[in-house]
């Protein structure tokens, strides 16, 4: 099985790209499945049920998020009802919506978020052991949203050989440690950013110096320019759930 995971959609030059590349990856790549974070998808922040219909269309089979999910209020009024789109599994079971799933009776799904320098929700560590448990596939992926390049690491070896692959969101900047550990799972520590790279992590540079600058609070627009495609294709064998290759691309 062959699975492409795309680094956070930025804004609307985000979604542009993937409206075009995503199609032309999935024939070229032979892909059996796509995975992207979207939770930056409406203007850099959020998700609308709209957008989200176009991520789908574009042929995208499960979209993640991570804690930017929550600035749209009506999508996170209509959770329970999507179940192609995932929230952290680790906040607290009061909040609606799903944490992991399995597509297609083969591919499992977890999004969780981390604790450092993020949001104080549970364990994602105890929660990952908990939702493997649920799914009933050996082929795992896992989108873990974090700061932490060490919570990230952590993650990955603590379930190294329980998943196919942890793959990091959340820092927008591709890192080029992707690796199989020594039991199977595929791991990098940043898939990295689909949407404008002229930027400060998708945001337009000057308002983002200015805010550092000046410490008075922006409006994060959106970059414009040069804009790329950022993804992991992670090759897993079925019936073991362990990965082959995973390979870094740049589009």
Known sequence: MRV????????????RLAS??????RQNEALDFVIANGENAAGGFGLTLP???????YGIDCITTGNH?????????????????????NYPDSVSGQGSQIFDNRVGVINLIGRSFMVQVECPFRTALREIEKLSTPVIFIDFHAESTSEKQALAWWLDG???AVLCSHTHVQTADEQILPQGTAYITDVGMTGPFNSVIGVDPHKSIRHFTHGIPQ???????????????????EKSGKALSIKRIVV
Do not use: M
Request: aromatic content about 8%.
């Open 4 to 15: 492409l995971f795309v680094g956070d959609i930025y804004g609307k030059p985000g979604r």
């Open 20 to 25: 075009y590349l995503l199609s032309e990856l």
């Open 51 to 57: 957008i989200l219909h176009k991520l789908q269309r």
């Open 69 to 89: 999910l929550w600035d749209k209020k009506p999508i996170t009024e209509e959770l329970d009802s999507l179940s192609n789109l995932l929230r952290p599994a």
């Open 162 to 164: 329980k998943v196919s």
């Open 219 to 237: 409006r994060f627009d959106t970059a414009r320019g040069e804009e790329h495609l950022n993804g992991v294709i992670i090759d897993v064998d």
